[in-house]
């Protein structure tokens, strides 16, 4: 049996129909780019029945030219009782131009009988004259049997007819699908194997993730012979989403040896995931599997110890080989080595003995105990270290800033921050609009420092969180915000804490952007050089 296994992405389709999900078109373009830079076999890029926007990205992708990844179109068989020539959706599909095709037929008696209502003849059919319709036009079909593990486990005969049905009709591949994502792997092992065994035609997997067991059932698809295995690229997907091909692929080629994509693009895998959750405007899981922030991530003693030592002892691979990192979190637990780390991106010449760690480890504790937590807000803590080492120049200085709240309230417009700062004894007063007064802040701080740091304005908060650190003190408690910036490339995270709101976001704001400063004055001096 060949040891390649075709992906197949839906992030453009199902991944669409989750929750707070919504791409442009040129969302999708971009999302296509990126899914065909790492070598993605198939993407499926919408149904262009179903509105006009993807009916207008069909138009914009014939003109796209893609290294290796086909796009596909995605409809239903046609409706009962009436034939291809005339079936609305299969006119769509051919209008849409692809060279590959996918469509969804009932492998589940009860669905066809009940939801669509009409009969298990009717149905097969539906997908026959569906399939060869589609092939008499030269297309590359898939056909997805929906709720097909449902459908088996209640009329095995009827499922396995139905597949029967779009295999005589030409169907290049048959995906089954768990629609219900209710099906345990065991059942998908041993029900792929028995579809396998019988037809000639290539299997493929879709699962859903309402279990939980998304990823392990495409897993145990590919282990019973599947080799088309469809997902989207970090998860997204209707309900609790989809099979996370950020998973799926490095578990088969760097666990299993089997090809998913090209060799080279393993190590982009992270950058690809990070990508795709820009473009989709949601952030990242940090505990994704392999690309999130947190795979790598050691905050035990023993743990950093332990992997300072061999890195075997607590990751199950190199974190460069997708692409990602290791990461040592700061804090009261984490023991001398993860700081040491740390202070080795500052000073490498310094030891865990040298007595500047020990003044930095107390440093640190001082600060935690007064509320900081620097496990999430890495670049603040360098920014510690590079002030107790005597490393550290302020790149501007705060004169006085001002925020009003505003009444009544104006959508993305309810308050106003005027800000006074100093750079190299230059004075810049600017004001701007918010949503809230951090939000107008945020703004202010950096529209005064574009003016001196024209990068600046490449930088913006994806995310933004407070934490009451002692509720009895009621209104007049002490808070600790955490920020997270980007600049469309790097994330970093800055915390600030105080009994003020406002000012607690203002150390955050101040250490995010310096961090975002002093990164780029240290690469373009190691450029220079």
């Not at 138009?59 to 005339?86: C, M, W, Y």
């Not at 997204?236 to 090209?262: D, F, V």
Request: include cysteine; charged fraction near 25%; glycine fraction near 6%.
């Amino acid at each position: 049996m060949s040891n390649k296994v075709f992906i197949f992405d839906s992030t453009l389709r199902d991944g669409a129909q989750a929750d707070g999900i919504s791409f442009s078109v040129e969302d999708k373009v971009k999302v296509v780019k990126a899914l065909d830079e790492i070598g993605v076999d198939y993407i499926e890029a919408g149904n262009p029945m179903s509105n006009p926007k993807d009916m207008e990205f069909f138009d914009r992708i014939a003109h796209l030219e893609l290294s290796q990844a086909r796009i596909v179109a995605f409809g239903s068989t046609r409706k009962s009782n009436i034939s291809p020539q005339e079936d609305a959706g299969l006119k769509a599909l051919e209008k849409a131009g692809t060279s590959t095709v996918a469509i969804f037929g009932k492998c589940w008696d009860f669905h066809v009988t009940d939801i669509i209502e009409t009969s298990l003849e009717e149905n097969l059919n539906m997908i026959r004259d569906s399939v060869a319709y589609l092939k008499s036009l030269g297309k590359e079909v898939i056909f997805d049997g929906e709720h097909f593990f449902d459908g088996f486990k209640n009329n095995s005969e009827y499922a396995m007819q139905c597949l029967a049905a779009a295999a005589e009709a030409g169907a290049d591949c048959l995906v089954l699908c768990d629609t219900n994502g209710g099906t345990f792997p065991s059942e998908v092992h041993d029900i792929t194997r028995k579809v396998v065994d019988t037809f000639s035609t290539a299997i493929g997997i879709h699962c859903h993730n309402d279990c939980g067991m998304a990823v392990a059932n495409s897993q145990m698809a590919v282990e019973a012979g599947a080799r088309h295995v469809q997902g989207t690229f970090i998860g997204y997907g209707e309900r609790c989403g989809n099979a996370n091909l950020s998973t799926i692929i490095p578990n088969l080629q760097l666990k299993r040896k089997m090809e998913c994509i090209p060799e080279a693009s393993i190590p982009r895998l992270t950058m690809i995931a990070l990508t795709i959750a820009e473009i989709s405007n949601i952030s990242l899981n940090k505990r994704e599997p392999y690309v999130g922030r947190c795979a790598f991530t050691h905050k035990g003693g023993m743990h950093v110890d332990a992997v300072n030592k061999t890195p075997q002892s607590f990751e199950h691979i190199d974190p460069e080989a997708v692409g990602n990192r290791r990461i040592f979190l700061t804090s009261e637990v984490a023991g001398r080595g993860a700081v040491i780390s740390k202070i080795h991106k500052v000073s490498p010449e310094l030891t865990k003995d040298s007595p500047e760690t020990t003044r930095i480890i107390k440093r640190l504790k001082e600060l935690e105990h007064a509320g900081y937590q620097f496990e999430a807000a890495e670049s603040s803590f360098e920014l510690i270290i590079r002030k107790e080492l005597g490393k550290y120049r302020p790149l501007f200085e705060l004169v006085s800033f001002k925020v009003i709240g505003e009444q009544p309230y104006r959508e993305g417009l309810s308050a106003t921050a005027l800000i006074k700062i100093i750079v190299d004894g230059k004075e810049e007063i600017t004001a701007a609009e918010g949503e809230g007064p951090v939000n107008a802040l945020d703004k202010a701080l950096r529209k005064a420092l574009e003016v001196f740091y024209p990068e600046i304005a490449q930088v913006y908060l994806i995310d933004y969180k407070v934490r009451v650190l002692d509720g009895k003190s009621a209104s007049a408690s002490k808070v600790r915000v955490l920020i997270e910036s980007t600049d469309g490339k790097d994330t970093w995270a800055s915390v600030g804490v105080s009994r003020d709101i406002i000012e607690a976001s203002w150390l955050a704001l101040v250490d995010s952007v310096e961090y975002k400063l002093i990164k780029d004055i240290e690469s373009k001096f190691k450029a220079y050089l």
